[in-house]
């Protein structure tokens, strides 16, 4: 069976500079973790954007949490209120 090819996300550009963002922190906003979270769940399983898998992962380690940890937290953040500033209402960046 032949493997398959990876794949080009259409958010790639977009969320490769998060990602970049997010290495750099040295300290952590409810929106980082909320970031964070989303583009895990995002790339989860994605064929392709190896490179932000490896990262996601570096900064979970990095921030030392386990992936369930980060989603106990931003649910927890989520059921506050809102996470994303007024400037992106409307957006829906969730595919």
Not at 59 to 81: C, D, P, S, Y
Request: aromatic share 8%.
């Amino acid at each position: 069976m032949a493997e398959a090819k990876d794949q080009r996300h259409p958010q790639y550009t977009k969320d490769r500079q998060i990602v970049n963002e997010l290495l750099a922190q040295s300290r952590q906003s409810n929106r980082d973790y909320a970031d964070l979270a989303r583009l895990i769940v995002r790339y989860k399983g994605f064929i392709g954007a190896r490179d932000i898998q490896t990262d996601l992962l570096k900064i979970l380690n990095n921030w030392q949490l386990t992936e369930e940890e980060l989603f106990v937290k931003t649910r927890a953040i989520h059921a506050m209120g809102k996470v994303y500033m007024a400037q992106d209402e409307g957006q829906d960046d969730w595919a």
